[in-house]
């Protein structure tokens, strides 16, 4: 009964949190819950506009998924919602099947939305979290990094008031803006660009002040008193009143297999973005988060949006933060999010009419002005120059190939690396540090002494068959190196934690190519799942067990009591057939 209730209390964790919560940490759930709802509010209606959605549906995507990711969700502080990223994806991938903006559109983002849930809550029953791992962080930076371009780009439109047709290059955007400055309208640039200059500055100088909530006030105000939109100045308009109906997404398997690449690309994205930012919060408070509970309810979160109108959301950096120094203590905080979006929604969205398009716009190139990772540009520079590379293809591909060729290229990428790097691990030369028993790189250890008698060679790999080749060059060409003076080989295993049937025939053939020179070997440091295979397949009964040592000095000290040369050893014939 106990195991049944532990069970459902790890799967279902908000019950956890109520059978333990405390008065006292009410406060700080209700102060953090209505900060970010003030905050969310703009930014729900600004994010959908960027998805090329009608700003109701970022409201929308405000209610349902944060109260089921509160349900299922480990992490205390995050705040799940729309974002810019995902947004960005979601304007991309869909807008290449149907017009942006069309009842097409919608009912495509809306599945969009119901095949990330799926997919994240999949991977998160069957433990695939591990799938992210193909995201490098250089990779995702440089992704991010251009992607903050483009969206920034893509809404000078909205905040200069030009006519500007829709593109995946930002070239095409700037050298059109350029071309039509002449028609930018006076009224919606200067709503525009100083509802940017106003959140900067309250940013700046106290950022516990809801800047975003500040600017749709005050530019709404403005628009309403004056009539601007009589003279230009683009508004939101009627925002339908009332909660999400629910309501079955379309299920045509055509579609679902149309839209698959962006649905993998946002199930991937979002939860890396997501994991990161609850990991670093759940480290600064001193608990742990579980990364395949949290797609379980990532998933949960946009299956349940995608039944009452919602597209595709995630976690976020600055909502999560803000949550965070609010003083969210539980997930109880999202609920009453998601209660105060749903109240707004009941009650309020006719004060959103005189709304300009161009305050959204502002918000949304704030917001994503922090995507670009200038600081990881930098260090990359001063401490990988490999990983460097990574992220400018990356970054280059986005902003001049698009936002789904962008990250499939940084994908292959990042696979590239590790295939290369699995084919060519590090391995050394080992000499003795003075009369210690330590034995180290001697590239990096100039003063470690070698004997010209003795080669010592470690392998910083699992040995099987993607690098047996690196590995018969790399000793290959040290044996060659000593010539007729070299008497013993000494293979530092306790790097190699797998050998398979590849690396097995390597061994042999080694030991093969050293006994035609007369030289002998030794094995050491090999842990009991290696030497188990090295005894099934006959090398260790063929180079004798006295030929086995715990760590390289043992082997060292062998050698130097034994003086035994080739000639006066016995040895048993290798198995060719195993």
């Known amino acids: 009964m106990k195991t049944i209730k532990s069970t459902i209390f790890k799967f279902i964790p908000i019950l956890a949190t109520l059978r333990d919560y405390r008065k006292e940490e009410f406060r700080g759930d209700l102060t953090a819950g209505a900060t970010v709802a003030i905050m969310l509010v703009p930014q729900g209606m600004a994010y959908a506009v960027l998805a090329g959605m009608p700003p109701v549906y970022g409201l929308y995507a405000s209610i349902v998924p944060l109260f089921l990711y509160a349900v299922f969700g480990t992490s205390r502080q995050l705040a799940v919602g729309p974002v810019a990223m995902v947004s960005l994806l979601v304007v991309a991938g869909v807008g290449e099947i149907a017009e942006i903006g069309s009842d097409r559109f919608i009912q495509l983002a809306i599945m969009t939305a119901l095949g990330v849930g799926l997919f994240q809550f999949l991977m998160g029953v069957f433990r695939m979290g591990f799938l992210v791992n193909f995201l490098s962080h250089p990779v995702l930076s440089g992704f991010t990094s251009a992607a903050a371009i483009i969206i920034g780009a893509s809404q000078l439109s909205n905040l200069l008031g030009l006519d500007l047709a829709r593109s995946k290059q930002v070239h095409d955007i700037l050298i059109g803006a350029i071309q039509n400055a002449g028609t930018i309208d006076p009224a919606t640039a200067c709503i525009g660009i100083g509802s940017v200059l106003v959140i900067l500055f309250l940013k700046r100088w106290n950022r516990a002040i809801p800047s975003a909530l500040i600017v749709v006030v005050a530019g709404t105000a403005v628009t309403a008193l004056f009539g601007l939109n009589g003279s230009g100045v683009s508004i939101v308009g009627d925002v339908p009143q009332g909660l999400p109906a629910f309501q079955l997404p379309g299920l045509e398997w055509a579609d679902f297999r149309t839209l698959f690449p962006i649905i993998l690309v946002i199930s991937l994205v ?309």
Do not use: C
């Open 270 to 578: 979002s939860y890396m973005e997501s994991i990161a930012v609850a990991k670093a919060i759940a480290n600064k408070r001193g608990y742990k988060v579980d990364a395949n509970q949290e797609l379980i309810a990532l998933g949960g979160a946009n299956i349940g949006g995608a039944l009452f109108q919602s597209f595709p959301t995630t976690g976020g950096f600055s909502r999560t933060a803000v949550n965070n120094q609010s003083g969210a203590n539980t997930t109880i905080a999202s609920v009453i999010t998601a209660l105060l979006i749903g109240a707004t929604v009941l009650f309020l969205t006719p004060l959103f009419y005189y709304l300009p398009n161009a305050v959204l716009a502002a918000i949304i190139m704030v917001a994503v002005a922090g995507l670009f990772d200038a600081n990881e540009m930098v260090h990359l520079w001063n401490t990988d120059r490999k990983d460097l590379a990574m992220l400018a293809v990356t970054f280059f591909a986005t902003l001049l190939l698009g936002i789904e060729e962008g990250i499939a290229i940084g994908v292959l990428l990042s696979l590239g690396m590790v295939i290369y790097s699995s084919t060519r691990p590090h391995n050394a030369e080992l000499g003795q540090l003075g009369d210690t028993g330590n034995y180290r790189n001697i590239s990096r250890y100039r003063e470690a002494r070698t004997d010209p008698e003795v080669l010592i060679f470690r392998f910083d790999s699992s040995l099987y068959f993607a690098n047996v080749e690196h590995f018969r060059e790399s000793l290959d060409e040290k044996i060659a190196k000593r010539g007729d003076s070299l008497k013993l080989v000494i293979l530092d295993a306790s790097a190699i934690h797998q050998v398979d049937s590849t690396g097995i025939h390597a061994v042999k053939e080694l030991l093969k190519s050293l006994r035609t020179k007369n030289v002998d070997l030794y094995i050491a440091g090999a842990i009991g799942p290696v030497r188990d295979r090295l005894k099934t397949s006959g090398i260790q009964e063929a180079l004798g067990t006295g030929n086995f040592f715990f760590d390289v000095e043992d082997a060292v000290a062998y050698y130097a009591d034994s003086g035994k040369s080739m000639s006066e050893r016995k040895f048993s014939p290798l198995q060719s057939n195993v």
